[in-house]
């Protein structure tokens, strides 16, 4: 049972931009960094953004994070075929003392 | 360039120890925190657990009880036992680098812990 929340399900057009939300608490979110995965079909996750809002070298500037209160967002902008993946937000829990994944997005391209 | 690579059984039997390796190349172990995650089929991401190089472990207080996570410098390796395997621990493992740093401010501290370079993951079928 994950302890951070996402809608299961977020598209839109090439081009467009996107928005997942990422809903979590006091203890993980709102006291620690959030950081994104994108997990493209068949293969491993990738660190997309790390620290609220910085992106590994390499990750387009079309992904960015950042963080409100106990809530955080991961925006597309410029929507690309290649984005289709799973993404998921994820955070280091106080009150379990452990990380704590979301229950992730499956992004579509229309 | 750093890799990480997963190894062992892919079919292990009810009530019996999982345990798997992952290769590094490109990085040492006396640095960072070699982590496992683990993916059920068609499910999300669970964090399972690190070892550190200084000796400090940390495990999903869910599977505390029977996880062991542990480094071989000597070999550049860390493994994953996961002891009285049941249906439920069938998925995809994954190997991953973790960085972790603990951030002190007047109003608390905030910690920050990512994954940035995994393993392809390795598919572990708990079955008798």
């Known amino acids: 049972q994950s302890v951070l929340t996402q809608p299961p399900s977020a598209s839109g057009t090439p081009e467009q931009r996107v928005t997942i939300s990422c809903s979590g608490s006091?203890?993980?979110?709102?006291?620690?960094?959030v950081n994104w995965y994108q997990q493209l079909p068949g293969t491993a996750p990738k660190l997309l953004i790390y620290?609220?809002?910085l992106r590994p070298s390499g990750v387009p500037d079309r992904f960015s994070g950042s963080k409100s209160g106990t809530s955080a967002s991961l925006a597309i902008s410029g929507l690309q075929s290649d984005d289709e993946a799973d993404y998921y937000c994820?955070?280091?829990?106080?009150?379990?003392?452990?990380?704590?994944f979301g229950t992730g997005t499956k992004v579509t391209v229309l | 360039q750093v890799q990480l690579q997963e190894s062992g059984p892919g079919l292990v039997r009810p009530s019996e120890t999982l345990s798997l390796t992952c290769s590094v190349s490109?990085?040492?172990?006396?640095?960072?925190?070699w982590s496992w995650i683990r993916q059920s089929p068609g499910k999300g991401l669970e964090w399972i657990g690190y070892?550190?190089?200084?000796?400090?472990?940390n495990y999903n207080p869910s599977l505390k009880s029977r996880v062991t996570v542990s480094l071989d410098t000597s070999s550049n390796q860390f493994s994953l036992k996961l002891t009285s395997v049941t249906a439920a621990d069938t998925a995809v493992y994954y190997c991953?680098?973790?960085?972790?740093?603990?951030?002190?401010?007047?109003?608390?501290?905030?910690?920050?812990?990512?994954?940035?370079?995994w393993g392809r993951g390795a598919l572990v079928t708990v079955s008798s």
């Open positions: 006091s203890s993980n979110i709102g006291s620690n960094y």
């Open positions: 620290n609220n809002n």
């Open positions: 991953a680098r973790g960085s972790q740093t603990t951030i002190f401010r007047p109003s608390g501290q905030s910690k920050t812990y990512y994954f940035d370079y």
């Open positions: 070892s550190h190089y200084s000796g400090s472990t």
């Open positions: 490109g990085d040492s172990l006396s640095v960072y925190y």
């Open positions: 994820a955070a280091w829990d106080g009150g379990l003392n452990g990380y704590v």
